[in-house]
């Protein structure tokens, strides 16, 4: 395919050419039918597509009512993007997945704390879209792969937290767990059978702390003999009174 011929194509295609040539995109956008972009396509537009990022990302980053233009690039990646392309964009990207990863972490050190302040209105706002289209569609990266399973970690932790509050007295929270379980259930490399590699419970006495476990565990105290002879006690006193009572 020459040159003369990708361009052309571009200015024949809507979408391609308001985002290579024009710099701009809309929520509509759509470039899954492109089934010509082969590889010589996407290092031929290239550079064109990095230009069209920076000007995107400058001009819509901090306007929250255009999410979905930002979310519709993000989502051009898989059609369009070189390596190059991934890790400029992961660049740019990063700091807003470190940001919603930073909540999490001060989340958990509060629930652990206290699972009933748990600030259900910061984690439902930090858990946005564009965090999940950062989590779906710049995972090529290692950075941003690595920050997506600490974000699932941190939330199964979380969830497993705040999971014995009283929903009678806290229903905000206990809908907030269902919605946090259902976002992470959107990530696309997430499948809930493999949570434990994300996080899992540990006792004190659990051997083999070098074999490879979870991202995060919760230490659970395991309990020893004198619970279960206390256990016992109480039984067989309740047991005694009421045979007590009976004769």
Not at 97 to 125: G, M, R, S
Request: charged share 25%; with cysteine.
């Amino acid at each position: 395919m020459t040159s003369e011929n990708i361009d052309h194509q571009i200015s024949d295609h809507k979408y391609l050419n308001l985002l290579l040539n024009g710099k701009e995109i809309t929520g509509f956008s759509d470039f899954s039918n492109l089934d010509f972009a082969d590889q010589d396509f996407k290092n031929h537009i290239e550079t064109q597509y990095i230009d069209s990022f920076n000007t995107i990302y400058k001009k819509y980053e901090i306007d929250s009512k255009n999410n979905a233009k930002t979310s519709a690039f993000l989502r051009s990646l898989e059609f369009l993007a070189t390596p190059k392309v991934i890790d400029v964009v992961a660049a740019q990207y990063y700091p807003k997945l470190n940001d919603a990863l930073n909540v999490l972490k001060q989340t958990k050190a509060i629930v652990d704390e206290k699972p009933e302040n748990f600030n259900v209105p910061l984690v439902n706002n930090t858990l946005n879209v564009l965090i999940l289209n950062i989590c779906n569609r710049l995972d090529q990266s290692e950075v941003i792969e690595n920050g997506k399973k600490q974000l699932i970690a941190h939330c199964l932790y979380i969830c497993d937290a705040i999971s014995h509050v009283n929903p009678k007295h806290h229903k905000e929270i206990y809908v907030a767990r269902k919605d946090v379980l259902k976002y992470i259930g959107k990530i696309d490399s997430y499948k809930t059978e493999e949570s434990h590699l994300y996080f899992a419970p540990k006792t004190e006495t659990d051997e083999d702390a070098s074999a490879e476990g979870p991202i995060l565990e919760k230490k659970v105290k395991k309990r020893g003999a004198g619970f279960y002879i206390s256990i016992a006690i109480a039984i067989a006193y309740v047991a005694y009174r009421f045979f007590s009572r009976i004769n």
